[in-house]
C-alpha cells in the first residue's frame, strides 16, 4: 500500500565512500523529485524529473547523481560523501502538479 | 530566485491556544501549498489555495492566500497536542518547481 518508499531508511558511512538511496512510487506519477532536508529542517529541491527525463538540476554538485530507470523509480547516487551531505533525503512524486507525495526520507550520516 | 520566508521559526503555545503561521514571498504566485511535518516524519500535503484572497478551512485549521498572491496564513484555533509537528508553506511561479518556506516548529504544552 506505500505509494513513496525509500531504502535504506538510515545510511552511516565513511567521509569519501559512495553511497546510493532508492525511491519507487507506486501511484503512476509522472513526475518524481530528491528533497534535502537539512538540521535545520530546511527543505530544498534538488533534481525533478518527468517521465525518466531530468527537468530540474537546482545546483547540486556533480557528486551527486539521480538515475530514472523508468518513471515509477528515481534513485540518487553519491560519489565521495563530505561531512555536510548529512541530512535527510527525501524522494517526492506528483501528478500535474499537484500535492507532492512523500517518502518517510532516508537520514544520511557521514562520519 | 524565488524566496519563500515563514515566521515564526519556532511557537511554543499552551493546548487549546491558537497558532498562525505566516509566509512571505518575494515573487507573485501561481499557487501556495501547505505541508505538516510530524518529528520524524515526512511532509504530508495539507492544502493548495489558488485564487487571491482566498480562504479554506479544515476543521480548526483556516488557510488564506493574500489579495496579491505574495502571502498566506494557517491559522490553527484551540491547538491540541496532535497538532505538534513543523508547519511549511510552499509557493510555485508558473511551472517552475515549488519552494518551500523555512517552516515554522509548533511544540503543544498539554
Known amino acids: 500500500d506505500t505509494a513513496v518508499s525509500q531504502t535504506p531508511k538510515y545510511l552511516v558511512t565513511q567521509m569519501g565512500n559512495d553511497k546510493s538511496i532508492k525511491c519507487e512510487q507506486n501511484?503512476?506519477?509522472?513526475?518524481m523529485y530528491w528533497y534535502k532536508q537539512d538540521s535545520k529542517k530546511f527543505l530544498k529541491i534538488m533534481f525533478s524529473?518527468?517521465?525518466?527525463?531530468?527537468?530540474i538540476n537546482e545546483t547540486v554538485p556533480n557528486r551527486f547523481s539521480p538515475k530514472s530507470p523508468d518513471k515509477a523509480h528515481l534513485n540518487l547516487h553519491i560519489n565521495s560523501l563530505e561531512l555536510g551531505d548529512s541530512a535527510v533525503y527525501f524522494c517526492?512524486?506528483?501528478?500535474?502538479?499537484?500535492?507532492?507525495?512523500f517518502g518517510p526520507g532516508t537520514r544520511l550520516t557521514v562520519l | 530566485g524565488q524566496q519563500v520566508m515563514q515566521i515564526p521559526q519556532y511557537q511554543h503555545v499552551q493546548e487549546g491556544e491558537d497558532f498562525t503561521t505566516y509566509c512571505n514571498s518575494s515573487?507573485?504566485?501561481?499557487?501556495i501549498q501547505w505541508y505538516k511535518q510530524r518529528p520524524g516524519g515526512h511532509p504530508v500535503f495539507l492544502i493548495q489555495?489558488?485564487?487571491?484572497?482566498e480562504v479554506k478551512k479544515q476543521k480548526r485549521l483556516t488557510f488564506q492566500f493574500g489579495e496579491a498572491k505574495k502571502n498566506s496564513s494557517l491559522h490553527i484555533t484551540a491547538t491540541q497536542t496532535t497538532d505538534v509537528g513543523t508547519y511549511f508553506c510552499?509557493?510555485?511561479?508558473?511551472?517552475?518547481?515549488?519552494?518551500f518556506g523555512s517552516g515554522t516548529r509548533l511544540q503543544v504544552q498539554p
Open positions: 517526492a512524486s506528483t501528478d500535474g502538479g499537484l500535492k507532492q507525495f
Open positions: 501511484l503512476g506519477h509522472d513526475t
Open positions: 524529473y518527468n517521465n525518466k527525463e531530468l527537468i
Open positions: 515573487t507573485t504566485l501561481s499557487n
Open positions: 489555495l489558488v485564487k487571491s484572497g
Open positions: 510552499a509557493g510555485r511561479t508558473g511551472r517552475r518547481a515549488l519552494t
